[in-house]
């Protein structure tokens, strides 16, 4: 069975940070991994999505990884903002039957002016 | 071109009373899945449909729930006696096809009383 777990649960950075935020999933047979910003009480909204065959993403400032036989993927966000505060949801399309995305329970990010 | 809608974006019963949820998926999309997001957690599929026909419903509560996707309008999930740990954002996603991107609605957030 797929878990998705996300650490760290929160973060807090001052302005101008790089920093990293981790997914680790159970079940290396993905269809591919996305990663999608949170601002609370609102919808998602994606932010980077690497297919299964790809290593790595990139838009912007955010820079995405996914290592599959090792189970793990990582954001990273450069010269972090106080707009880059929100809750950043990783989650992984399975490859079979329904293709359903099983999600992380996230990392709640603040960053401080 | 539209994305997916959900309506309404807000809704408050009370305990005992019917929630109806609407989705309206992208144009030219024909799946839908349902997932719900309980405070503080990561979100959970529930239900996959493709027109007029449920797929999975593996995630779906037995009793109160249920979700439909006909052939002309929007999918309704349907939850009757709401309580009071039915509260949570729900979120619709669509897509062209099983192995397709999911793309989320805003989200229903369902308060119940």
């Known amino acids: 069975k797929q878990e998705v777990t996300q650490i760290p649960a929160a973060l807090s950075v001052p302005e101008g940070e790089n920093l990293v935020l981790n997914c680790s999933f159970t079940?290396?047979?993905?269809?591919?991994l996305q990663w999608f910003r949170q601002d609370p009480g609102k919808g998602l909204t994606s932010l980077l999505l690497?297919?299964?065959?790809?290593r790595e993403q990139t838009s912007g400032r955010l820079n995405a990884s996914l290592d599959k036989s090792s189970g793990r993927s990582t954001l990273y966000i450069a010269a972090s903002q106080p707009g880059d505060s929100a809750t950043y949801l990783c989650?992984?399309?399975?490859?079979?039957?329904?293709?359903?995305?099983?999600f992380g329970t996230g990392t709640r990010l603040k960053v401080l002016a | 071109n539209a994305g997916v809608m959900q309506n309404p974006r807000h809704l408050v019963r009370r305990r005992g009373q019917e929630a109806r949820l609407r989705c309206s998926p992208m144009?030219?999309?024909?799946?839908v899945y349902w997932y719900r997001q309980l405070p503080e957690e990561g979100l959970k599929f529930m239900v996959y449909?493709?027109?007029?026909?449920?797929?999975?419903e593996s995630g779906m509560p037995k009793e109160r729930f249920s979700a439909e996707f006909p052939k002309e309008g929007p999918s309704i999930l349907r939850i009757q006696q709401v309580v009071r740990g039915d509260s949570a954002a729900y979120f619709c996603?669509?897509?062209?096809?099983?192995?397709?991107?999911?793309?989320f609605g805003p989200g229903t957030r369902l308060l119940v009383l």
């Open positions: 996603a669509s897509s062209r096809g099983r192995q397709e991107t999911q793309y």
């Open positions: 079940d290396s047979a993905i269809y591919n």
């Open positions: 690497i297919q299964s065959s790809q």
């Open positions: 989650a992984v399309q399975i490859s079979a039957g329904t293709y359903k995305y099983i």
């Open positions: 144009k030219g999309h024909s799946h």
């Open positions: 449909l493709q027109k007029e026909n449920i797929i999975d």
